[in-house]
Nanobody, 126 residues
Framework: QVQLVESGGGLVQAGGSLRLTCAAS????????MGWFRQAPGKEREFVAGITTAAGRTSYTDSVKGRFTIDTDNAGNTLLLDMTNLKPDDTAVYYC???????????????????WGQGTQVTVPS
């Protein structure tokens, strides 16, 4: 089992920055795929960014490219999401997720992730 706990959310003005952190515990391994997803009020959960250490690859949804950066420590215990130039459309609950197994491609599909955190709220007022 893997436990994921997000932190770092908050209220920030448009154009500001935040860093989200996801702490992983339990049966963690050095090779993994992890991702950040978000869910805005009244909308479906969507993929934001992901990283797979097996191939050293990252992936971002188009709306955050150039503004968000996903990173992790080599031990696989901490996942980060650095968010800059935040916009009101970024307002959502942000979740980190982890996928079991070794993959060379970052999946953007929610159902392919096995473990989820409880989420952290990011609010960017318009």
């Amino acid at each position: 089992q893997v436990q994921l706990v997000e932190s770092g959310g908050g209220l920030v003005q448009a154009g500001g920055s935040l860093r989200l952190t996801c702490a992983a515990s339990g049966r963690t391994f050095s090779s993994y795929t992890m991702g950040w997803f978000r869910q805005a009020p009244g909308k479906e959960r969507e993929f934001v960014a992901g990283i797979t250490t097996a191939a050293g690859r990252t992936s971002y949804t188009d709306s955050v490219k150039g503004r968000f950066t996903i990173d992790t420590d080599n031990a696989g215990n901490t996942l980060l999401l650095d968010m800059t130039n935040l916009k009101p459309d970024d307002t959502a609950v942000y979740y980190c997720a982890r996928r079991r197994g070794l993959f060379l491609v970052v999946s953007t599909t929610i159902r392919e992730y096995d473990y989820w955190g409880q989420g952290t709220q990011v609010t960017v007022p318009s």
